[in-house]
């Protein structure tokens, strides 16, 4: 099982970037794939969700996120993607994706890769 992170980078406030996370090794459709980030000294929060084939593949976001990042999933390339518009300097954190399964109880994460919003 891998899930491997990428995109992240250094940005403007106001500007943005595009997270992706490549799975193998599981069933992709199956898994509710996630996005959670974690900042220095805080701990690591849920960003945006969205769910597994048996749940429609619906989006949730955190308040602090909504309406300014997109997550989706293409599951023909096994790749979630977290778009993030308008960052904020609180934006700044490791992002951190995760795959769940709500049946089977599996998790599986992925490295981090740094998101850093100056100001």
């Known amino acids: 099982v891998q899930l491997q992170a990428s995109g992240g980078g250094l940005v403007q406030a106001g500007g943005s970037l595009r997270l992706s996370c490549a799975a193998s090794g599981f069933t992709f459709s199956d898994y509710a794939m996630n996005w959670y980030r974690q900042a220095p000294g805080k701990q690591r929060e849920l960003v945006a969700v969205i769910t597994s084939g048996y749940s429609g593949y619906s989006p949730n976001y955190a308040d602090s996120v909504k309406g300014r990042f997109t997550i989706a999933r293409d599951n023909a390339k096994s790749t979630v993607y977290l778009h993030m518009n308008s960052l904020k300097p609180e934006d700044t954190a490791v992002y951190y994706c995760?795959?769940?399964?709500?049946?089977?109880?599996?998790?599986?994460w992925g490295q981090g890769t740094q998101v850093t919003v100056s100001s």
């Open positions: 995760n795959a769940k399964n709500s049946r089977t109880l599996r998790d599986y």
